[in-house]
């Protein structure tokens, strides 16, 4: 079955330490994002990529790394330069439908719960 | 700016009975809007969604109605089930093109 895996679904750090959460999927979609989601709030768009070897800032990247080197794969650095890390990440794609205009439809992986000790 | 928001946080329903979920949208520019479920513990699930050229649009159990007069839609469930049991969230794609921007959500809880 297609989807988005990620990895892992809990993770704890301690200050001071990076941390690199996995995002892989096989739905052969064009575009990736990272999303973060603190209680009572919606999703905050973090990083996103259309196309291999490119990625763009979102709303709130500060305290981010991301990488695509791979179609399948959109791993993000929680650096300790994140003041506020601790929260609910996850992981959307989306296929590129440049048929219908407007459509983007995202499919999420399971999401990781990020805890800073 | 571009924002979406929900009218109300939670919202509590009878099993059987229908629920309706609101929400408010700011940019009058936006062509496409969708609804997620998500369950806890999970990702968000896509629900439904209305082009801006649409009034309304039914899907199994679930309308979604959009009036651009006041930029709202809502999310109509019929016949709510517990297993309807999650946060609701609309999401509005922004002029940023790939960017999807998501209200803050609705918890629906299912009495039973």
């Known amino acids: 079955d297609g989807g988005i895996t990620q990895s892992p679904k809990y993770l704890f750090r301690k200050e001071g330490q990076n941390v690199t959460l996995s995002c892989e999927q096989n739905l052969n979609h064009d575009a990736m994002y990272w999303y973060r989601q603190d209680p009572g709030q919606g999703l905050r768009l973090i990083y996103y990529s259309q196309i291999v070897n490119d990625f763009q800032k979102g709303d709130i990247a500060e305290g981010y790394s991301v990488s695509r080197e791979k179609k399948e794969s959109f791993p993000l650095t929680v650096t300790s330069a994140q003041k506020n890390p601790t929260a609910f990440y996850l992981c959307?794609?989306?296929?590129?439908?440049?048929?219908?205009?407007?459509?983007?439809?995202?499919?999420f992986g399971a999401g990781s719960r990020l805890t800073v000790l | 700016g571009e924002s979406v928001g929900l009218h109300l946080p939670t919202l509590s329903v009878q099993e059987g009975d229908n629920s309706i979920i609101n929400c408010a949208y700011s940019?009058?520019?936006?062509?496409?809007f969708i609804w997620y479920k998500q369950e806890s513990g999970k990702g968000p699930q896509f629900i439904i969604d209305i082009r801006s050229n649409m009034d309304k649009r039914q899907g199994q159990r679930v309308t979604v109605l959009l009036n651009k007069t006041v930029k709202h839609l809502s999310l109509q469930i019929a016949a709510t089930q517990p297993g309807d049991s999650a946060v609701y969230f609309c999401?509005?794609?922004?002029?940023?093109?790939?960017?999807?921007?998501f209200g803050a959500g609705t918890r629906l809880f299912v009495k039973a």
């Open positions: 999401a509005e794609k922004g002029t940023g093109g790939f960017k999807t921007i």
């Open positions: 940019n009058s520019a936006s062509d496409y």
């Open positions: 959307a794609s989306s296929d590129r439908d440049l048929r219908t205009s407007g459509a983007n439809v995202l499919t």
